[in-house]
């Protein structure tokens, strides 16, 4: 176990020195949320019964699982395999298992990391309340997250090139981060539009942390079923068609 942490904790500071991480993991959500919030924040988003302020929270709190998901843990796990370390690495005492989930360990942290600055820029400088239950949030954010690293997951076991990995990484990271309403409110979309994006996985993370925040339970056992089906499914498939070269 003490080798594990070594090992998490040296993966850990390369995930802290590199600018792509701390530029779209940490910066971007936090700086959008402040130009929202100084825009339009008090305004009525729509129809939601959110305001643009409630609304930037919660999408933008994915913005690091979406950043870690579909670029991180796929573009780590197959640069590794096409190097040949992962390889090298099966027959060491320290095994690829151990690289993987170091790895997915790290991302899991810039992810809630990117999270807890905006929490925090959003309770104490915008006055920003959350009416659900914040446990409720926590639990629907988690299962969110293990959703779309399972879909990460995936994507790295099936790519066997960084080509490959970087055309199927760029067609999910892209789209998600910009029309399943992360980074862009989905209030402002066309209404036809707002129908597409939630139904993109993480549109459906974004719509049940929404009905979490706002205490709207009734709303949630839809998108959880969605999630964890994803979660399976894409877990499964990483799981049968991983190869370590």
Known sequence: MKRFWRMYWVEQKMFFRSPDVILFNLTMPLVTLILIAIIAGNQNAADSGLTYLQSAYVALSTVGICCSAFMSIPITIVECRSRGIL??????????????SCDT???????????????????????????????????????????MFSIGLMVASLCRTTKSMNVATSLLYF????????TIPAE????????????????VGIDLLKSVSMGCYNKILVPVMILIAITILCGTVAVKTFRWE
Do not use: K
């Not at 990391?113 to 914040?134: D, K, W």
């Not at 789209?175 to 309403?181: H, R, V």
């Not at 979309?189 to 996985?201: E, H, K, T």
């Open 175 to 182: 789209p998600m981060l910009l029309f399943s309403g992360t």
């Open 87 to 100: 390889r090298r690495m099966y027959c060491s005492p320290c095994s690829p298992a151990r690289l993987l």
């Open 105 to 147: 360990i790290c991302s899991g942290v810039m992810a809630a990391l990117s999270t807890l600055l905006l929490t925090i820029a959003a309770v104490v400088f915008f006055g920003y309340r959350m009416r659900g239950n914040v446990l409720a949030y926590l639990a629907a954010w988690l299962l969110t997250m293990l959703s």
């Open 188 to 203: 402002v979309f066309p209404a036809w539009f707002r129908g597409v994006a939630r139904w993109m996985p993480l549109g």
